[in-house]
C-alpha cells in the first residue's frame, strides 16, 4: 500500500523558473492539501482540494497554482521560482467527514525544493 | 480562529526520562485533536488522537488526554528512547459546512540522549 507518493524528494531551481511538485493517492480519500514546512513556523497550507475539480486556497498561496483532475492525483506548480519559496513541501491526503476517519492526515515524505 | 499553541523547544532528555510536550488550543466548537511526529527527513504521521473531551489518545508508550476545561493537549510518556527523538505536531481538525480545516502547532523537536 503505497499510501501519499510525491516526487520528487529534491529539486534545486533558478529564479523565474517553472516547475510542477507531483503528489498522488491510493486511498481514495477526498480531502488533499499541500503545506510547506519553514524552521519555526510550523506547517502552512498552501492550496486544498475537498474533492475531484474543487480547489481552494489556504494561507500563503501566492506563486503556486494547483488542480484536481482526479481523486488520486493533486500537483502543484510553482509559476516562477522566488528564492522566498525554497522550503520543504508536504502533500497531504484525508477522509472527508462523510467517509469517517476523523480528520487524520496522511502525509508524503516531502519534497525538499531549493530555489537560487 | 482557530489555533494550537505548543512548548517550544528543542527539548533535551536523557534516555528512560519523564517526557511532556505541552500544548493548548483555541477554538470554536468541538474539534478533534491530534499529535503527529516527524522523525529526520520524512512526512509527518500520526502519533495519537482524541475525539471528544476526556478522552485518552495512546499509542507506542505516549498518552495525551483531551482536557476541554483547560483546553489542552498534553503528550505524555514514562520512559523515553533514543529512537523517539524526532519533531512533534500538536494538532486540531474542525468539520464546517462540509470542509475540513486541519491547524497545526509549530512543532517541538526532542532529543533524547544515551
Known amino acids: 500500500n503505497a499510501g501519499v507518493t510525491q516526487t520528487p524528494k529534491f529539486q534545486v531551481l533558478k529564479t523565474g523558473q517553472s516547475m510542477t511538485l507531483q503528489c498522488a493517492q491510493d486511498?481514495?480519500?477526498?480531502?488533499m492539501s499541500w503545506y510547506r514546512q519553514d524552521p519555526g513556523m510550523g506547517l502552512r497550507l498552501i492550496h486544498y482540494?475537498?474533492?475531484?475539480?474543487?480547489?481552494d486556497q489556504g494561507e500563503v498561496p501566492n506563486g503556486y497554482n494547483v488542480s484536481r483532475s482526479t481523486t488520486e492525483d493533486f500537483p502543484l506548480r510553482l509559476l516562477s521560482a522566488a528564492p522566498s519559496q525554497t522550503s520543504v513541501y508536504f502533500c497531504?491526503?484525508?477522509?472527508?467527514?462523510?467517509?469517517?476517519?476523523?480528520?487524520?492526515?496522511?502525509f508524503g515524505a516531502g519534497t525538499r525544493l531549493s530555489v537560487l | 480562529g482557530d489555533s494550537v499553541t505548543q512548548m517550544e523547544g528543542p527539548v533535551t532528555l536523557s534516555e528512560e526520562a519523564f517526557l511532556t510536550i505541552n500544548c493548548t488550543y483555541t477554538?470554536?466548537?468541538?474539534?478533534?485533536l491530534f499529535w503527529y511526529v516527524q522523525y529526520p527527513g520524512e512526512g509527518l504521521q500520526l502519533l495519537l488522537k482524541?475525539?471528544?473531551?476526556?478522552d485518552k489518545g495512546s499509542n507506542k508508550g505516549f498518552e495525551a488526554t483531551y482536557r476541554k476545561e483547560t483546553t489542552s493537549f498534553h503528550l505524555e510518556k514514562g520512559s523515553v528512547q533514543v529512537s523517539d527523538s524526532a519533531v512533534y505536531f500538536c494538532?486540531?481538525?474542525?468539520?464546517?459546512?462540509?470542509?475540513?480545516?486541519?491547524?497545526f502547532g509549530t512543532g517541538t523537536k526532542l532529543q533524547v540522549i544515551p
Open positions: 497531504a491526503s484525508s477522509y472527508s467527514e462523510g467517509q469517517g476517519g476523523m480528520g487524520i492526515q496522511y
Open positions: 486511498m481514495n480519500h477526498e480531502y
Open positions: 482540494s475537498v474533492g475531484a475539480g474543487i480547489t
Open positions: 477554538a470554536t466548537g468541538y474539534p478533534s
Open positions: 482524541a475525539t471528544k473531551a476526556d
Open positions: 494538532a486540531l481538525t474542525q468539520y464546517s459546512g462540509g470542509y475540513q480545516k486541519v491547524t
